[in-house]
């Protein structure tokens, strides 16, 4: 079974920073891409960020392209979520995910199988 724990999250002021982490085991961490998701309250599950096995394309949606970074490290089986210039709009439970299929990726909820239990980030003055 994949297991996914995200840590990392916290309450930070508008303009701040914060780093996810998703450390990973139960699967073959090098094969398969990953990708961050975010969940505000009343609302559904969005995605965020995504990264691509061979760690050669990453793909942001627009909300926080040039703010978020996502990177992985195949050899501690982790993936991160570097957040920069935080908004209030931002705050949500951050979700790191694992698709169904080796070797690619999407930004299509349903293609991820495999899911960490969330970490809370709140952006607030």
């Known amino acids: 079974q994949v297991h996914l724990i995200e840590s990392g999250g916290g309450t930070v002021r508008p303009g701040g920073s914060l780093r996810l982490s998703c450390a990973a085991s139960?699967?073959?961490?090098?094969?398969?891409?990953l990708g961050w998701f975010r969940q505000a309250p009343g609302k559904g599950r969005e995605f965020v960020a995504r990264?691509?096995?061979?760690?050669?394309?990453?793909d942001y949606t627009d909300f926080v392209k040039g703010r978020f970074t996502i990177s992985r490290d195949n050899t501690s089986n982790t993936v991160y979520l570097q957040m920069n210039s935080l908004k209030p709009e931002d705050t949500a439970v951050y979700y790191c995910?694992?698709?169904?299929?080796?070797?690619?990726?999407?930004?299509?909820?349903?293609?991820?199988?495999?899911w960490g239990q969330g970490t809370q980030v709140t952006v607030s003055s």
């Open positions: 139960g699967v073959s961490f090098n094969r398969y891409g």
């Open positions: 990264i691509n096995s061979a760690i050669n394309y990453t």
């Open positions: 995910a694992v698709p169904g299929r080796p070797l690619y990726t999407s930004r299509v909820e349903s293609t991820f199988h495999s």
